[in-house]
């Protein structure tokens, strides 16, 4: 399918991140096998395994290894235990995954929520509130916002009374360009499904809602095929509850989209299940895409052969269709997870003893399973 070898930076990062990626890695070999693609992977340290081997959570050879390679496949960084004995600035979230996201333009996180048939049982939902099964994406802007604003800051401060306290800030900051751009995404990849965007704000009380909404609402007219409404982000929030079924593409600022996309997450049962896709636009003008699981580090199952893979393994899939266009291996990876699951496998976050179908494995068993159904 292509003779030119596609270069990926794998950076594993701290707790299961390391369990996840090795089975990512031997499915992306697989898928490999299968389409003969030259894949020339080279891993490095990221997060607290930076820190240890570097003394710094993005060490400047991984920084380099990144910007030589065409995609970044991510796993997670950040441990609770060990985050707060060093700054804040220094920690594995603000000093690798923020910078990482500034160094290469990464304005658009794709996070798909679909949940299979097979896993209804891990959705929290009762089935009448699942419909005919929920399949959505939240496109999130990942550069912006209260996030990256300045200024950012604690300061010592003396109330009106004479007291002495902190005072915490963070500037929600965004321009009309920032939300132009995120917003041709939304609309563009509601083409590819059903052809509808809502858009999430706090226009009754933010001037950045104010500014979205007008801006988003400008950006549709480009756009006559795709139907577009609004919601404010506490109704959102409610609604992912009560009628999920009725979005397709949801489209939000940085913080309001990290808080919906999560909530969503546990629609589909498990963070274990969700693959993330990060894409944006090099100093160089060229697309690059970073992609890593929803979940988190989960330190307290690191190490134990627990930990779900598939969000990390479809993570190679999402990197195989928008950074290398390789649309027929990415199904295949997509086909092969939806396969293991019909036969009833299942790590512990998706397990349901009540299934006589269903069968308890791990991390390697399952990682296996999907290699062997590619």
Not at 34 to 59: C, M, Y
Not at 189 to 211: F, H, P, Q
Request: hydrophobic share 45%.
């Amino acid at each position: 399918m292509s003779s030119k070898t596609l270069r990926i930076a794998a950076l594993a990062g701290d707790g299961i991140g390391p369990e996840v990626m090795r089975e990512a890695l031997k499915v992306l070999a697989a898928v490999g096998r299968k389409f003969n693609l030259s894949f020339d992977v080279t891993e490095a340290p990221v997060g607290w395994a930076g820190i240890d081997a570097a003394g710094k959570a993005l060490p400047d050879a991984t920084l380099e290894l990144c910007r030589r390679s065409d995609a970044i496949l991510f796993g997670s960084v950040g441990l609770p235990d060990r985050d707060p004995t060093i700054p804040k600035e220094e920690r594995p979230e603000r000093a690798a995954l923020l910078r990482i996201r500034k160094e290469f333009g990464l304005f658009a996180n794709l996070r798909p929520v679909k949940l299979p048939k097979a896993l209804s049982h891990s959705c929290p939902l009762k089935p009448e509130r699942q419909g005919d099964g929920i399949d959505l994406l939240v496109v999130r802007e990942l550069t912006g916002g209260l996030y990256f604003g300045q200024p950012k800051k604690t300061e010592e401060i003396t109330l009106p009374d004479g007291t002495r306290t902190q005072r915490a800030i963070d500037t929600m900051v965004y321009t009309t360009p920032e939300i132009e751009r995120i917003a041709h995404v939304a609309f563009r990849a509601a083409r590819l499904r059903r052809k509808k965007v809502t858009s999430i704000d706090k226009a009754n009380v933010l001037e950045n809602g104010i500014l979205w909404r007008e801006t988003v609402t400008r950006i549709a007219k480009e756009y006559p095929d795709v139907t577009l409404d609004h919601q404010f982000v506490d109704n959102a929030a409610m609604q992912f509850l009560l009628r999920p079924t009725q979005f397709d593409v949801v489209l939000c600022e940085n913080l309001f989209g990290d808080i919906l996309s999560d909530e969503a997450a546990a629609l589909a049962g498990s963070l274990g299940m969700l693959p993330s896709a990060s894409l944006g636009i090099t100093a160089a003008e060229r697309t690059f895409g970073f992609y890593e699981p929803a979940g988190g580090t989960a330190p307290d199952i690191a190490g134990k052969n627990l930990a779900n893979p598939i969000a990390q393994i479809l993570s190679s899939a999402l990197m195989l269709r928008y950074s290398f266009g390789l649309t027929e291996a990415a199904a295949a990876i997509e086909s092969a997870v939806a396969t293991v699951i019909d036969q009833g496998l299942r790590t512990g976050d998706i397990f349901n003893p009540a299934d006589p179908n269903a069968r308890r494995v791990g991390t390697r068993e399952m990682g296996e399973a999907i290699v062997a159904a590619i």
